[in-house]
């Protein structure tokens, strides 16, 4: 039996208890300490698989409040799929719960593009938005100056029809990955926006199959090649 405390016990062994418990490290925590923990745990890097976190990505309202989360997992394969998705339950001692859906299997939910307030400025202030399959490519663009970048949650071809709301007007450039599923999430996505969005281009990488491969191969987002301009901003000016 191994006495879970700070002093007298095996801090590694008191740490494997409460991950095979699929709890997380706050169960350690003083009660007045637990609230604070929720939904701001920076420093939990649990998940379900059991492996650490790599990233944690959320997804908000125009509002800015949490609608739910992707983390990922640095060991995708081998029986783990290498995304989390969750959603805040203040119920839960993490203040998440594992699932996007509820007990009757549907949705619990309203999906949203990733960082949708500043999808929404860029489309007020007629700026560029880049569309890419996921969050590491989102990111991997948005560490750029003057980037607004998203993607739908789920991965390529989940894009929902709904997300077009949010984009009439807007200049979109779509990144579109190397292979056959990158081209089809790619025309996806530009049918679903030929009638609201006023101009969009499609792209690849110079070097490597998206955008965090290109921009981490020391491309930048002026050399992403050009490979269709299914709907050309108005009187042929590449706009943003």
Known sequence: ???????????SSAV??????????SARWLPDFQDQAKLDNGNDLWMPCGHGKAAEYLYRDRDDTVLYGVDRCPLRGSGCQGFRQWRPDPSKRS?????LYGDDGRLAVRLVPYHLPEVLAAVREERVVMIC???KDVEALRARPYITATCNPMGAGEWRPEFAEYLYGADVSVVADRDETGRKHAAEIVGQLMQVARSIYVVQATHGKDAADHLTAGGTTGDLVPVWEPKPYPNGEHHG
Not at 1 to 11: I, S
Not at 16 to 25: G, N
Not at 95 to 99: E, F, I, L, P
Request: charged share 30%.
């Open 1 to 11: 039996m191994v006495e879970l405390t700070h002093q007298g016990g095996p801090e």
């Open 16 to 25: 494997a208890v409460i991950a095979a418990l699929e709890l997380l490290m």
């Open 95 to 99: 203040g998440r719960r594992w699932s």
């Open 133 to 135: 399959k996921d969050e």
